[in-house]
């Protein structure tokens, strides 16, 4: 039997073009896609592993639940091979993946996670007791300290000394640059991946990946000398662990996630808590209600407590719907001929998960442009309508980690500051990296906050 394979609508736009517009223009991009064909569509190539977008919470459902033989999603995201290396997570499949996924879970969870709660918050007020009042400061260069350093704590263990501000004035630096348009645009177009050597972009950036590498090995070998077998950092919990034969993970396997995490975990949160620090400041009535809500916790609240009230997990929620910080699920490589929403996709197509487009179908959420906590407790919306941390068996392991912090982050600053944006321009996400972000230089100034909320907290 001959199977008959058929594509959603393909634009005619020239690759080249194309993929300019992908990394320059990202939200337009799509919604141009989107406007034109729906909510499916297909880019073609020459190689004929076509790539298919897909965003209706149907399609995204028999993605997210057809059976791991039918994708690989590692080949999907070898892109990121030159920075988290061929053991991260993020590039296994079959039952490396899953073994290596029930090894890397249980520190993000529970009684483990939320024990990291004090933590956050004491790194918080360290970084907001550094701003002058009414002094414009970068928030995004603020978040990042605060969202490094929490990782660097919980993830590392480390507290102080040369080994932590080494390790993260080089990941600061590794990430900035890879941040900027000039990286940001070789990770699309491989002729700007050559080494030329440590004056070139990519050759700098090849060294700096070496040198933090270098750190990461010492951080190992100190830890397996080290007789503390009460640590319950996530490098010490890694260490600890074994797989279902007994042996433990190698050296090699443990850079990789420990650099999977610090990239995964430590850009994406600080672009998160900057887009919420924006939109409060945006929509006065929104922060208003959120000090009000803040203001009805105890003076010596615990962070079970934060984490539980219900508009600011609705402020999260809404932060990271209307700009997703990844625009798209994990691309997955079909493996056998599977069928979604009718159309049946031949092996090597590439499906692409889009979560900026799912978030935004005015079906689901009507008026999808507008900031509206309100729709999340109006509404419980399933994994395939809402999926900022991805969906299936790809779903982020740190997602609970990421909501745990940002709202204790953004409760320890309200607590304390009110932040006003020094320009009121509405702003729209840029390009950074594999994300979207702010505009750089986003400048803000913080002032004491005047109402009882301030309290709330201890400081």
Request: aromatic share 10%; charged share 20%.
């Amino acid at each position: 039997m001959t199977l008959t394979f058929n594509l959603p609508e393909s634009p005619k736009t020239q690759p080249r073009l194309r993929v300019m517009k992908l990394v320059f223009q990202p939200i337009k991009y799509v919604e141009d896609y989107a406007k034109a064909y729906g909510d499916a569509f297909t880019l073609l190539n020459k190689s004929g592993n076509h790539i298919v977008y897909f965003s209706h919470p149907q399609a995204l459902q028999q993605i997210f639940a057809a059976d791991a033989s039918h994708f690989e999603a590692g080949r999907g995201n070898s892109i990121l091979k030159f920075l988290v290396g061929a053991n991260s997570l993020l590039l296994l499949d079959g039952l490396r993946h899953s073994s290596q996924r029930q090894l890397l879970t249980p520190p993000f969870h529970g009684d483990r996670m939320r024990s990291y709660g004090d933590t956050i918050r004491e790194i918080t007020v360290s970084v907001i007791d550094k701003w002058h009042i009414h002094n414009p400061f970068d928030i995004r260069s603020s978040m990042q300290e605060i969202s490094l350093r929490v990782i660097l704590r919980v993830v590392f263990g480390l507290d102080a000394g040369q080994h932590l501000e080494e390790l993260q004035r080089r990941l600061t630096s590794l990430l900035d640059f890879m941040g900027s348009p000039l990286m940001s645009s070789s990770l699309f177009f491989t002729f700007l991946q050559t080494d030329l050597g440590a004056w070139s972009p990519w050759g700098w950036m090849r060294r700096e990946i070496q040198k933090i590498d270098e750190l990461i090995h010492t951080l190992i070998a100190q830890r397996k000398a080290e007789t503390d077998s009460n640590r319950q950092d996530i490098l010490s919990l890694m260490m600890s662990a074994r797989y279902e034969n007994g042996e433990p993970m190698s050296d090699v396997e443990l850079r990789d996630e420990l650099m999977t995490l610090l990239v995964a975990g430590h850009e994406t949160t600080a672009s998160a808590l900057t887009w919420a620090f924006y939109w409060l400041d945006m929509q006065p009535e929104t922060r208003d209600k959120l000090l009000t809500e803040l203001d009805t916790l105890d003076n010596q609240v615990e962070s079970t407590a934060i984490v539980k009230l219900p508009f600011l997990t609705a402020v999260c929620q809404e932060t990271l719907r209307i700009y997703p910080i990844v625009m798209t699920g994990f691309v997955r490589v079909v493996k056998t001929p599977i069928e979604i929403m009718g159309y049946n996709l031949p092996p090597g197509t590439r499906v692409v998960p889009s979560i900026y487009l799912a978030h935004h179908r005015e079906e689901t959420y009507p008026q999808a442009d507008k900031f509206k906590p309100e729709r999340f407790l109006e509404k419980q919306f399933s994994p395939y309508e809402y999926l900022p941390f991805g969906g299936g068996n790809r779903r982020c392991i740190g997602n609970a980690f990421a909501m745990y912090e940002m709202k204790i982050v953004l409760a320890t600053v309200l607590s304390k500051y009110q932040l006003s944006l020094l320009s009121k321009r509405p702003v729209k996400p840029v390009r950074r990296g594999l994300t979207l972000a702010t505009p750089s230089g986003m400048k803000m100034v913080a002032s004491p906050v005047v109402k009882s909320v301030k309290a709330t907290l201890p400081v």
